[in-house]
């Protein structure tokens, strides 16, 4: 847990990864804004892949073509591309889009009455979002376990020359449209899909498990659900809150010497931007940083999480975990946390 940083407790310090490399670690509002605004911390960050390991901003995209990648490590424009993400991943926008996730999400729980037993991240929290955000998109809906690295890719290589006459070409929805004509330039149009793709897909996955672990672990909440489904919207925003799947921050690479606070943090050093790990600093820090991958992760998580719970609240009454809450699973990366998997008993 973050505590808030006092005179005892600096707001940048270096530290000690568990694999023993050394990042500077910069907590709180002002101090990770002011890094994220900074253009020399790069978010290339490919001369630190001994340091970091498994990241969105590095490993990940270091998979990646380049011709895919370098417009994605770029920060000359991360102001700019804030602006144009708040314009086109708004609440009014994803709110249309709930009869279909209805719909995806009935046809992942339908094979589960058949059955005894499942993993509910397996099964439902995880393709979902993959099976949406394909579907928006003009992918194939076949592969439900593709990473968001795998779905970007797959845009990249079916939109060709044109990305903006791709996503004209199969926009059936609001949230698409607005994100095929705004005015971006090529490579500022594919970060604002990369930013739809990684919330999309790893950050509203993340969202829907950890928001199905809650409800369940707690019966109370499952039959005041299934009594009192209007209490729905609430009560997910209630247990996201508490079990955000983005809990740390975005790592950046320092070209020159960098002054944040009274710390200086020397070239060539692995920089940790970690204001979204303060639980009391989440309301403005969601607005900076991974906040636009967070944005619409957040907008689509919720949706996604409403939706669903309600359909397995009510199709499966005597849904229930079939381990002890503090027995489930949870994958922690430097980046993320989220239910790996959830076994229930369905009936």
């Keep these: 847990m973050c505590e808030r940083p006092t005179l005892e407790r600096p707001r940048v310090v270096p530290t000690i990864t568990p694999g023993g490399a050394k990042v500077w670690l ?79 999400a009935a046809e992942l729980l339908a094979p589960l009455r058949n059955q005894r037993s499942v993993d509910l991240v397996a ?44 996503l004209r070409a199969v926009a059936d929805s609001d949230l698409v449209e607005a994100l095929a004509a705004v005015e971006a330039t090529d490579d500022e149009l594919l970060n604002l899909l990369a930013m739809l793709v990684v919330g999309g897909v790893e950050i509203a996955g993340g969202f829907v498990a950890n928001a199905m672990s809650a409800l369940l672990e707690n019966p109370r909440r499952v039959a ?68 636009v991958q967070y944005r619409i992760g957040a907008l689509l998580g919720r949706v996604l999480a409403e939706t669903v719970l309600e359909l397995l609240v009510a199709e499966f009454p005597t849904v229930r975990l079939a381990v002890p809450a503090e027995q489930v699973p949870w994958q922690f990366t430097q980046l993320s946390r989220a239910v790996e998997s959830l076994p229930v008993e369905v009936s």
């Design 224 to 291: 005041l659900v299934r009594t009192e489904p209007a209490l729905l919207p609430d009560l997910v925003a209630d247990l996201v809150s508490g079990s955000d799947p983005l809990h740390v921050g975005t790592f950046r690479y320092t070209t020159e010497s960098v002054r944040l606070g009274d710390t200086v943090i020397p070239a060539g050093e692995v920089v940790m931007l970690a204001g979204t790990d303060c639980p009391s600093d989440r309301r403005e820090v969601g607005t900076v940083g991974h906040g």
């Design 26 to 104: 910069v907590t709180g509002y002002q101090d990770v804004r002011a890094g994220l605004s900074d253009p020399r911390l790069s978010r290339d960050t490919r001369a630190a892949g001994h340091v970091i390991d498994g990241d969105i901003d590095g490993q990940a995209l270091r998979g990646l073509p380049m011709g895919v990648a370098e417009p994605l490590l770029r920060t000359e424009n991360a102001a700019r591309l804030r602006r144009l993400a708040a314009t086109v991943f708004t609440a009014e926008r994803v709110e249309p889009l709930r009869p279909r996730i209805a719909g995806l």
């Design 123 to 166: 099964e439902v929290a995880r393709p979902l979002p993959v099976l949406l955000t394909c579907g928006l998109l003009g992918l194939p809906m076949e592969d439900k376990t593709r990473s968001w690295t795998e779905v970007l890719l797959a845009v990249h290589e079916r939109a060709g020359s044109s990305l903006r006459s791709h």
